[in-house]
C-alpha cells in the first residue's frame, strides 16, 4: 500500500502536544468554579460523567511557555503554529490527557476513556467504544484497543483512511478527509408519519420522546411505535445530520457521518443503520394489520404487498403487515416505489462524487 503521505527519514519527528478528550462529559459546567484541574479531579465524578475526560478548567495553559494553549468554551485549544512539543502541559494533566505526537500525524483519537461501551455510549457522544473496527482494517497495524480505548502508534501509522471510515462512533479525527464524504453507513428513520402525534404531546406538555412514548396508546388515535418527533436524537447528532422535518425525524445522508448516536438514542429503536448507497428502504416500523394503521397513519406501509409481488429480484417481502426490503440484493431498480401507493419506499440518494469516493477507496 502506498503511503499517504511521505515517510520521514531517520530524522527526529516534530512534536506536538495532542488532548485525548473532545466533549464535555467530565462534569465540567458543575466543576467550572474550581480553581485548578485538580482540586476538580479530587471532587470526584457523578454517575453520569465521563472520570477520564478534560474538566476544563485549564491548569496546563499556565506550564505552556509558547502561549501555545488557551481556554474556548470549556475546550482546551492548542495552536499547532506555536505548540513546541516540550510536553510541560501534560504533566500538568492531573488526567492524564495529553500526548506528544509526531506535528505530522493525521488521524487523531480524542478520547481516554477507560469504561465500557455501555457507560461512553450514555454520557459521551465523543468516546471510543473499543470496538476495535478501526484495529481490524488498520493495514499497517497501527491501531490498538487498550483498556476499551483505541490508541495509534504514529511509528506504524502512514495517515490512511481505513480507521476514519470503519471507526463505529466516527470520533477519530482526520486530517486528510471529509468525513461527510467517506462513510459506508448512514441512519435512516423508518417513519414518515410522526406529525400528528408531536402536536399531540406537544399538547400535553411534554418535551422528551422518552416521556411520549411511554404513554401513547392506540386509543389516542396515535401509531404505537413511530416517530413522536419530540428530538431526542437531533440532540444527540454531533454532525447536525438530522432534524424534525413535519414533525419527524428524518435525517440528511450528505451529512450523517455513520456514528449511529441517534441510533442508541431513540427510544422506539426507529432508527437503522443502512448502506450509503442507492437502495430502497421502507419508512414504516409499525406492525399493525393495515386496515387499523389506515385509521391512524396515511403514509405509513400497509402490507398490502404489491412491492413484494413485482420484484424482480425477490427483494422485497411483507413481515408482520410491513414491507421489509433486503438491501443487499436490492438494486434500486424503482419498481417498489412506483408500485407503492404511499410512496413508503424511500431511496437512499447518493451523490456521484461519493461513488468517485468510494472508487478511490476501492470499494
Known sequence: MDNIRENVSDETPEM??????????????????????EEAKNLGFLDNECQWGCIGIGSCISSCKENAMSLVDGRIVIDKEKCSGCGDCASQCPQKLISIIPREATNLIPCSSKDAESKTRKVCGYGCIGCGA????????????????????????????????????????????????IKETVAFVRCQGGKKAKARFEALGMESCTEASKVRSTGMGLCTTGCVGLGECTKACRYDAIHVVNGTAKVDPEKCVGCLDCVHTCPNNLILEVPYKGAKVV???????????ATFCDVGC?????????????????YDNRAIVDISICENCGVCSYMCSRYVLTEQFVPEYTYAQYDVIGK
Open 283 to 293: 419508512a414504516c416500523s409499525s406492525r399493525a394489520p393495515g386496515d387499523i394503521k
Open 134 to 181: 478501526c484495529v481490524e482494517v488498520c493495514p499497517q497495524d497501527a491501531v490498538k484497543v487498550v483498556d476499551n480505548c483505541a490508541v495509534i502508534d504514529y511509528e506504524k501509522c502512514v495517515g490512511c483512511v481505513a480507521c476514519t471510515v470503519k471507526c463505529e462512533k466516527k470520533i477519530i479525527i482526520d486530517e486528510l478527509h471529509d468525513l461527510t464524504k
Open 302 to 318: 400497509i402490507g398490502c404487498g404489491d412491492c413484494a409481488a413485482n420484484c424482480p429480484n425477490g427483494a422485497v417481502a411483507v
Open 16 to 37: 506536538i502536544a495532542f488532548i485525548r478528550c473532545n466533549g464535555d462529559a467530565a462534569g465540567k459546567k458543575r466543576l467550572a468554579k474550581c480553581s485548578s484541574c
